[in-house]
């Protein structure tokens, strides 16, 4: 007989693992299916997200930039090394220990609430019946079905996959020697991200972007300055390059492109195609269940994230909005909340945006250049860090702050920060925007000096045209 269960989750990731715990704290009964192996082809969980992406990637990062800090910027603290190496294996066995202390972490969470997983390739089949194929085979039966198989990278045609030298970001984190030239299609994100970490280490970058605008997702304004700052690292970022062909030989690719100019080629070591993620939807449902698809290839999913199916669910990256761990995992607890009577909702309007560079990229909101084009008349307050003490201290003084406000109602319908840790300053703004706060709110609340969150607070000021610390206030009211 099949086993019994209120909830299957087919998916660790941090959309699934988080449905999987949030359900089984509220008393239901649940198991979690999931397929992914971890480095010695055990069963681990926590999906993409700990195994091959946030949390390995920032793990590189940070090493990378302790390295570039030690080197470029100690001399001027006064700090002067002798001799600074890197020991590019004890950074991965860093990275690596930081990945299993997590993975272990979900697998200990999992049984303190009782949450029964089990290894193996779910599928969902008509009446919530889960199918498990691999060591574990067996059906499971389910009041409830929550999908949560997450995503995979796409292949190019003109740059297939290889393993060993035009890879996937996954592979990108397990590099074993630094590339002398590195290419990367697409400078989204993981581009960006994954260039900077070889770049760090004393890899040549070509980013490759068909795209004719730099980050056409962040605010102009904040992709303008990221730009300039990151091309001063020396990522040579060429807009407008369509890639044709990739050939590879011995120990190097050749990467023909169409650029705004004409025809290139340029020969790297290695080559990452990063140009987006893919849902993962093979094999997931028989044909029969009729699970609906949108025109993407996302599981449909309306803002609770129910199917067209009764009892079934989706969440995190297999439907539709941004590809982020935080989106998936307020999916999963709002489902998982919601099966246990409960009206919880996302708030998808409040979804925090993060690039982990350097300067840090972030915004959550609106852009000025998408409230323009819906005819939102706004008022917009931007302070730099080249006036924030914390910031000059730091020696990290590029970017700014932009907070903008709508022009009738003073409620602040976007900040967008380029900067240092603009990764947890976007934190104050994010929960302001929940609270539907005005920009005078922010004005009103005190900010610890000397902080690099007081830029924010300025920034709230300039917004009305008086702050504090800039010497040509625009506005004094
Ligand atoms: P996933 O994490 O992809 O997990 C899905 C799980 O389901 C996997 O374990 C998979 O093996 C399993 N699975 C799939 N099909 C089946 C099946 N049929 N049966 C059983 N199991 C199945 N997001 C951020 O918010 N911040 C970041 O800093 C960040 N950095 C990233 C860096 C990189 C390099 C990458 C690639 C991604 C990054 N992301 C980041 C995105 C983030 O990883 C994803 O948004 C997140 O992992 C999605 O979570 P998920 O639970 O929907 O899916
Ligand atoms: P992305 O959408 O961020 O960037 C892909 C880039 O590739 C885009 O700029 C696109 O214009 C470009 N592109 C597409 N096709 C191309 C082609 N044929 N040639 C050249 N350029 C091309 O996607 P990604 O960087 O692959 O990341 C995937 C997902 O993972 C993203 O949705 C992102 O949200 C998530 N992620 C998030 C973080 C984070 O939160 N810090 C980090 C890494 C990944």
Redesign the pocket.
Known sequence: MADRYDVVV???????YTAAIRAAQLGLKVAC????RGPSGESVLG???LN???IP??ALLETSELFVQARDHGPAHGLRFKELTLDLAAMQAHKNKVVSDLTRGIATLFKAHGVTWIP????LLPKNLVEVSGKSAQQLEAEHVIL????TPVNLKSAPFDGQRIVD?QAA?EFQEVPRRLGIIGAGV?GL?LGSVWRRLGAEVVLLEAQETFLSMADEQVAREALKQFTAQGLDIRLGARVLESKVEKNAVTVRYQGKDGEHAENVDRLIVAVG?RP?TD??MSDDTRLLLDEWGFVHVDEHCRTNLPKVYA????VRGP????K?MEEGVMVAERLAGRETAVNYDVVPS?I?TQPEIAWVGKTEQALKAAGTACRAGVFPFAANGRAKAMGEAAGFIKILADAGTDRVLGVHLVGPNCSELVAPAALAMSFGASNEDIMLTMFAHPTLSEALHEASLAVAGHAIHLAQPRRAK
Not at 120 to 123: I, V
Not at 315 to 318: A, H, K, Q, R
Not at 323 to 326: G, I, V
């Open positions: 087919i998916g660790a990731g941090p959309a699934g299916v999931d397929d992914w999906g993409t997200c091959a992406g946030c990637s920032k193996g390739r779910g599928k949560a198989s997450g995503s970001s984190l993981i991200e993620r993962n094999g997931l969440v995190g990256d297999l590809m982020l761990a935080h998936g993060v982990y």
